[in-house]
């Protein structure tokens, strides 16, 4: 066995960038394929909102990756099965069913990522000290990030460089996401020869999964868990639909109500200026709130989820297509989210507090995905009702149920704020 800490410079970094990559070409990436590919937005809302659903029931098998072999055997075999299932989604692209074939891959690919998770984390918190987790928590974060630029930036750029070259959405997608699955492949190789094996396969079984059931109950058994698990639900009601038409909105045709940008400027946009932003948001909202407490900054972060939404609006309304208003409402939104975003995961480590608190920080991200995978499901819908204007004034609306809730969900002012020793 491997001592602590050992090589954690090394596979720290790799390690959550695989982490990262695989979700956002999941979750984000397929939004702009597929409107690209032609389906239509209904499709898109309800479909790749689906592939949220391995995240919102990861809590249920997590106990399977402590019980069975290691976490190190876990997270390999996750990241192969997402190379091949990523592979899959450029072989079958030029198919006739590709709509059907893709997606059945990006359901693989979105099973094999939540699980990937819970043996990274595991791994994370067992390769390392308590000292170390907290000194390597920003580098995790950074990469994750980096993961995102990747996947939203440059995988992107290349399908809209691609798109130009062969004036062929459907060979240009299916080569960028067969890069996207060599890509894959690399980190999981890296990553083999990276992590150091810190652990023998699991023992002590007999009484884990009765355990699973007590921590799951108790789960449900603290004080005003419904008034938690509604303003988890409808934190993010607005940017939850917001985000699956964001993509769409941009890459419509003037004519339909959109903007009609380029792939290349979409993941330009994005990929750069938005994620720079978001990652600002979200390192300037944890120092606020570790210097002031959750309870002074709740409501500032709850308004600047939404309100950057009303931007998105505007567009629409006024059917500004110039790049500079485009790029600084991008820029807004995501800046909004990263630091709306801050209040939410420390009240969701809040809500885990406890003997139990990994379990229930599983269970409390499971409803956080099912709070984005419901209303995403009806936002290809609700825009093609509404259309792309009416759609936006709709996600603004759509923060006054968490607005509503926060007067009546508590928590310690303080809560979050660092203490000095």
């Known amino acids: 066995m491997a001592e602590k800490d050992k090589g954690a410079w090394g596979w720290v970094p790799i390690l959550y960038f695989t982490q990262g990559l695989p979700y956002v070409l999941v979750v984000t990436v397929s939004v702009i394929m597929y409107k690209q590919l032609g389906v239509s937005n209904s499709d898109i809302g309800l479909y790749t909102s689906w592939l949220y659903l391995p995240w919102v029931l990861k809590p249920l098998w997590s106990p399977l990756v402590d019980l069975k072999s290691t976490k190190r055997k876990w997270f390999l075999s996750m990241q192969f099965v997402i190379a091949v299932a990523l592979l899959g ?196 909202g944890g120092i606020l709130i570790s210097r002031d407490g959750l309870k002074k900054w709740m409501l500032p972060m709850v308004l600047s989820l939404n309100l950057p939404n009303i931007l998105y609006a505007l567009l629409a309304i006024t059917k500004t297509t110039h790049v500079i208003p485009v790029t600084a409402t991008v820029m807004f939104e995501k800046f909004g989210y990263g630091f709306g975003f801050a209040a939410f995961l420390m009240y969701l480590i809040y809500i885990a507090e406890g003997k139990s608190k990994t379990s229930h920080y599983a269970i409390a991200t499971g409803f956080m995905a099912l709070g984005m995978m419901l209303p995403g499901m009806i936002s290809g819908y609700m825009q093609q009702w509404l259309g792309y204007d009416g759609f936006f004034i709709w996600v603004v609306i759509a923060a006054f149920p968490s607005l509503i809730l926060l007067k009546y969900i508590t928590y310690p002012a303080e809560f979050g704020k660092k203490t000095n020793d």
């Open 89 to 284: 989604v450029g072989l079958s692209i030029p198919t006739n069913m590709f709509f059907i074939t893709t997606l059945a891959c990006f359901w693989m690919a979105a099973f094999a990522s939540a699980t990937n998770d819970i043996a990274s984390d595991g791994y994370y918190m067992l390769g390392l000290t308590e000292k170390k987790q907290s000194f390597f928590v920003g580098m995790r974060s950074t990469f994750y990030r980096l993961a995102m630029v990747t996947g939203e930036g440059l995988i992107v750029i290349l399908a809209g460089f691609l798109e130009n070259k062969y004036g062929d959405n459907s060979k240009a997608w299916s080569i960028t996401m067969i890069a996207a699955a060599v890509l894959m492949l690399l980190l999981t190789i890296s990553n083999f020869f990276v992590t150091p094996k810190y652990e023998s396969d699991a023992s002590n079984l007999a009484e884990k999964p009765k355990s699973f059931l007590e921590v799951f109950k108790s789960f449900f058994e603290k004080k005003n868990i419904g008034i938690a698990l509604a303003f988890i639900l409808t934190y993010r009601l607005g940017e939850s639909q917001l985000v699956k038409m964001a993509a769409p909105f941009m890459l419509d045709s003037p004519e339909k109500g959109g903007l009609g940008y380029s792939t290349e400027l979409i993941g330009t946009i994005f990929g750069t200026a938005g994620v720079i932003m978001l990652s600002i948001g979200g390192i300037l």
